[in-house]
């Protein structure tokens, strides 16, 4: 046996060979050197607004999923304290149209003064159908308004190719008093404000003037200022009387004289307690002149506009509802959406640093609406046919769409 070979060789401790390749890396010792390195993607990150109404809308969906448990009760009007007549319930309705613009609006100044010069110039009517969901659409209530409009207190508006009489868009009312600050405010010379004026005393319940009641230039004037529109009504009486079994053709032929004058003339639809547009001018065909000017207000179409889009809007929150109806509050929520508000739970975030909800100035009730009311549009999809209230056992009032 050799005498070099020991057990020295066997024990010694040796180092790794050093690569002999030129270039080649040195491998780390690290224990996660080996695991394969993977560039991350970046994903875009949700709002906060987007996940407050995400969160809302879930919450919403789960407690909607089933019908509300209802007693039976169905209101058809909305019982206010301080409108108990017409002209309260108007007072009510222009009163209650906006909401107040909050302190955190999130709105610039130039947004601010849009919002408020909006509102400002909204024309001072109320629908018929606003009246019809504070007071009982009953003869009663037609009476009070025909009695108003004699007497020479109120105004009524009839919006032509706008709507329909069930939808109640297409007939507006106005006290006098309003109408007439719209004429001393408007740029209409002393002479055609007088003669107008006088028309309008003439006749108090008309909707619509034969053309040769005015001079050409008082219409011109009157017409660019946005207080008379040219229309036809050429048939209209017909059509307006058509849906009372009262005045119907049959009942006319059946009565003494075979006249409409024998069951009240064209004033009979209006005193059962209707809501047509009859035309008692019956004298502008004698003088040949058949065009006929219906009455309007300055502003009219954004008061149209904003109307409608309330109605359709509140209709569209509805929707989401698996049965087409929903508690009362949850609504009320969906319409002022994830907002941060003046309760303790958002202050005390406020005190903390804390961000509770988003600005108003992102929500639809600002950023579309101009700050209409939840309120003011329930009363009108009410009054309209478009919902109907009902009670139920443990969660308040509910909502359901019929439209």
């Not at 993607?41 to 969906?61: C, P």
Request: glycine share 8%; aromatic share 4%; charged share 20%.
């Amino acid at each position: 046996m050799p005498l070099y070979l020991t057990a020295a060789h066997s024990s010694r401790v040796q180092k790794p060979a050093s690569a002999s390749v030129t270039g080649s890396r040195r491998h780390s010792s690290a224990p996660f050197s080996n695991i394969p390195r993977t560039k991350s993607s970046i994903q875009r990150t949700k709002s906060l607004g987007e996940v407050l109404e995400n969160d809302l809308d879930d919450q919403i969906d789960d407690e909607d999923d089933h019908v509300l448990d209802q007693t039976g009760k169905v209101l058809s009007v909305l019982r206010v304290d301080d409108a108990k007549t017409v002209l309260a319930a108007m007072r009510h309705s222009q009163q209650s149209m906006f909401a107040p613009l909050p302190d955190r609006a999130g709105m610039n100044s130039v947004r601010i003064s849009e919002v408020l010069n909006f509102q400002k110039n909204m024309p001072p009517i109320v629908a018929l159908a606003h009246v019809h969901a504070l007071l009982a659409a009953s003869s009663k209530t037609e009476r009070e308004i025909a009695t108003l409009q004699s007497s020479g207190k109120l105004r009524k508006i009839k919006v032509v190719g706008r709507g329909n009489d069930i939808s109640g868009i297409s007939e507006a009312l106005i006290t006098v008093q309003d109408y007439e600050a719209l004429l001393q405010r408007s740029r209409i010379s002393p002479e055609i404000l007088n003669d107008f004026c006088n028309l309008l005393r003439r006749y108090p319940r008309s909707t619509s003037f034969p053309a040769h009641e005015l001079p050409s230039t008082h219409v011109s004037s009157l017409t660019r200022t946005g207080f008379l529109v040219s229309s036809s009504l050429s048939g209209s009486r017909n059509l307006s009387l058509a849906g009372s079994s009262l005045v119907s053709m049959p009942t006319i032929s059946r009565a003494a004289s075979g006249s409409s004058g024998a069951v009240g003339g064209d004033a009979a639809f209006e005193n059962l307690g209707g809501t047509g547009g009859a035309l008692r001018l019956n004298h502008a065909s004698t003088h040949g002149q058949t065009g006929q000017l219906a009455l309007s207000v300055p502003n009219i179409g954004p008061y149209l506009r904003l109307l409608s889009a309330g109605r359709s809007h509140l209709l569209e929150l509805l929707g989401k509802s698996k049965y087409r109806e929903a508690p009362l509050y949850l609504l009320r929520e969906r319409w002022d959406g994830a907002v941060d508000t003046d309760s303790r739970p958002s202050a005390a975030k406020q005190l903390r640093g804390e961000f509770s909800g988003i600005m108003p100035s992102k929500t639809k009730k600002w950023k579309d609406l101009y700050g209409l009311n939840f309120d003011w549009a329930l009363e009108e999809c009410l009054g309209a046919g478009l919902i109907e209230l009902f009670e139920t056992r443990s969660v308040g009032l509910g909502v359901r769409g019929l439209a």
